[in-house]
């Protein structure tokens, strides 16, 4: 009788750990399919997503080269770097293949010649000018493209101190990582032109922001 009821005990005891075992297994399974479900979206996905909504002068992907503020919107930029400010007169066709051709429009990255721009002539009053610098906002890493181009006024009166300066505006759409988020594509849709595997996915939205371009001397 007492060799039974140790034999009970020590079967018992072989459960209770063999469960033990199992779930913690189960757990670290888990976890691991957690972290494989919700996987990234490729950067080169991303910018093919991004399309037409990209634009080298005031966005950037990657960390922009160090540059030293300019005053007074002049248009000293590093090589390579696109200006900031553009003429009333310019224009640029971006390529020549068909527009639906083109998938990755941040490929294309050379601008036309100064010699197709006509320089701005200043006619306006000192007194009405604004001085400001143009800096890049880092949004982080949540952000796609991570940096944004914009002007920030320096001076803060103008007109004899009688009127202020403040920014100008237009928005630009970039993308926004919706932290610890998924979404499982539809069946029958494509994640970008190329497409992705039909599993969980880093949810991105659409986001506008406001883009500063100038610095206006008013009320």
């Known amino acids: 009788m007492m060799g039974t009821n140790i034999d009970r005990v020590i079967l018992s005891y072989f459960v209770i750990l063999f469960l ?3 779930s913690s297994r189960s757990s670290v399974i888990n976890r691991r399919q ?9 950067e080169t996905m991303l910018e093919e997503i991004l399309g037409a909504s990209f634009n080298p002068r005031y966005m950037s992907i990657s960390e922009p080269v160090a540059t030293s503020n300019t005053k007074s919107g002049s248009k000293r930029t590093p090589v390579g ?3 900031f400010f553009v003429d009333e007169s310019h224009f640029e066709q971006l390529a020549d ?30 007194e009405w000018h604004c001085e400001s610098e143009i800096i890049w906002k880092d949004l982080g890493p949540d952000y796609f493209p991570r940096y944004l181009r914009t002007v920030e006024c320096t001076s803060q009166k103008c007109w ?4 202020k300066c403040k920014p100008r505006s237009f928005t630009v759409k970039i993308l926004r990582r919706k932290k610890n ?5 539809e069946p029958g849709k494509r994640i970008g ?8 996915r880093q949810l991105w939205v659409w986001e506008e922001h406001a883009v500063n ?3 206006d001397c008013s009320l």
């Open 20 to 22: 033990c075992s199992d």
């Open 34 to 42: 957690d972290r494989k479900e919700c996987s990234e979206i490729p």
């Open 81 to 83: 770097d696109v200006d």
């Open 97 to 126: 293949e068909p527009a639906w051709e083109i998938r990755n429009h941040v490929k294309i990255s050379q601008v036309v010649s100064s010699s197709r721009r006509v320089k701005r002539q200043t006619n306006y009053l000192q």
């Open 160 to 163: 004899f101190n009688t009127y």
């Open 181 to 185: 988020r998924c979404v499982f594509s």
């Open 193 to 200: 032109l190329s497409g992705l595997p039909k599993d969980l």
């Open 213 to 215: 371009f100038c610095c």
